[in-house]
């Protein structure tokens, strides 16, 4: 089973028992977080997709270190003949999560059942444009 889930604005597809890097959250050290922004879960028989999120799923994930930080990045800047050298460093930081239980919840809608729902709405007529108001005039 797995699931792809949003956190901090960017997709990770994660499995019970992984460890994630994240951008860094504002939580403590061994702190429980629950992600329930799923936009996917599959499992051995069956895949639910969300629209765009998977009603009732949500992942338990506890924090392991809040702020892990990478390697330095060296950003340096040179221009021919002028003299010119800029030389600036980097270092992203990141909070590690470990991925704990992966629940569903409620029933949701599989991705068959989303097909079929989105097959029958292609035969909708569109609704009627609004009628275009005439000009008023005044007379002097």
Known sequence: MYAIVEVAGKQYKVKQGLSLHVDKLEAKEGESLVLDKVLLVKTDKDLK??????????????????????KKIIVFHYKNKTGFHKKQGHRHQYTILKIGDISLGEPVKSAKAIAEVAASNVDVAPDEAPK?????TTEV
């Open 132 to 136: 275009k108001r005439s000009k008023k």
């Open 49 to 70: 997709l969300g629209m765009p999120y998977v009603e009732g799923a949500s992942i338990a994930a506890t924090v392991k270190d809040p702020l892990f930080k990478d």
